[in-house]
């Protein structure tokens, strides 16, 4: 925990990523993403609201740096720019979306 406390970077970063993902919307996101690189509509779809609502999630996701995004032909796609961001998603899932009794 000291390395990190040294760091202002990492710090500005957790900061970052941590008030980004603070939306259930955008948490939900980035659970589906996951590993994965999917389109806008793959994530529309999975989430289940509209391309709108989730393109300014997405807009905010990216300008955080939490994101990174291709575009191919008429199609853009999402995932996830640090691999820390996913070892945080897997422990919050972990935590929080395990199946055992509490």
Do not use: W
Request: hydrophobic share 35%; aromatic share 2%.
């Amino acid at each position: 925990m000291e390395e990190l406390l040294q760091r202002e970077e990492d710090i500005d970063q957790a900061s970052r990523s941590l008030k980004a993902m603070a939306h259930p919307l955008r948490l939900k996101v980035l659970c589906i993403l996951g590993g994965e690189e999917l389109s806008v509509q793959e994530i529309v779809d999975a989430v289940g609201t509209s391309q709108s609502n989730i393109s300014q999630h997405l807009a905010i996701l990216r300008d955080k740096g939490i994101l990174k995004s291709r575009k191919d032909a008429n199609k853009v796609y999402y995932s996830i720019n640090d691999p820390r961001t996913l070892r945080l998603i897997s422990m919050m899932q972990e935590v929080f979306c395990s199946c055992q009794q509490r």
